[in-house]
């Protein structure tokens, strides 16, 4: 009863702040109170709660001049993924910090070789983020998209289809603006 309470509490909370926001671009009303931080902040919780998986990690999210901080602990390095990619894909997000995010060490079953949330995995996972962000992603399949990310070694290899030629610069130019790329390898083409 008491998770319920405080999703229902974080979804208004989350609600009243868009709401806000709403207002003063609609309506030209001040809303100066409310902090762009605390918007970002309030939709990153709003997606963590509606994840199945997420809500149920205990996880501090914080957000000071658009620099978002996780802190917590998740199972695997796949929600390790998934937690960055949710958070940068949240409009005015300028960096996401990982330093006091923890993978807890499951026991490997026979045959499974051992994932680590490394740096390549970061830079995929805040590429993706961006690219959902931005539209060339959709954000509730991005693992069914036709743009394929890897990272290694801080190369960025971009394959796959895109709708135009001005996608696939943006892709090019998203990729790039990344703090750790070295430099983007793309063999991405145009579906028209």
Request: overall charge neutral; proline content about 3%.
């Amino acid at each position: 009863m008491k998770g319920d309470c405080s999703k229902f509490f974080l979804w208004t909370l989350f609600s009243f702040l868009l709401l806000l926001t709403g207002f003063e671009k609609s309506d030209g009303l001040s809303a100066s109170f409310i902090k762009r931080d605390d918007v970002i902040s309030a939709q990153i919780k709003a997606k963590i709660i509606a994840d199945p998986i997420l809500s149920q990690r205990d996880l501090v999210i914080n957000a000071s001049d658009a620099v978002v901080s996780i802190q917590g602990q998740v199972n695997t390095v796949a929600e390790a993924k998934h937690i960055v990619i949710l958070v940068n894909s949240i409009a005015g997000v300028k960096s996401v910090d990982v330093s006091r995010l923890r993978v807890k060490q499951l026991p490997l079953k026979p045959g499974q070789k051992k994932e680590i949330f490394s740096a390549d995995s970061f830079i995929t996972s805040l590429i993706i983020g961006l690219y959902i962000r931005e539209g060339l992603i959709e954000e509730n399949q991005p693992e069914t998209t036709t743009v394929s990310v890897e990272t290694k070694d801080g190369i960025v290899y971009l394959r796959g289809a895109v709708a135009t030629e001005t996608a696939v610069t943006q892709a090019i130019d998203l990729a790039q603006t990344i703090p750790g790329v070295i430099r983007v390898q793309s063999t991405l083409t145009t579906t028209k």
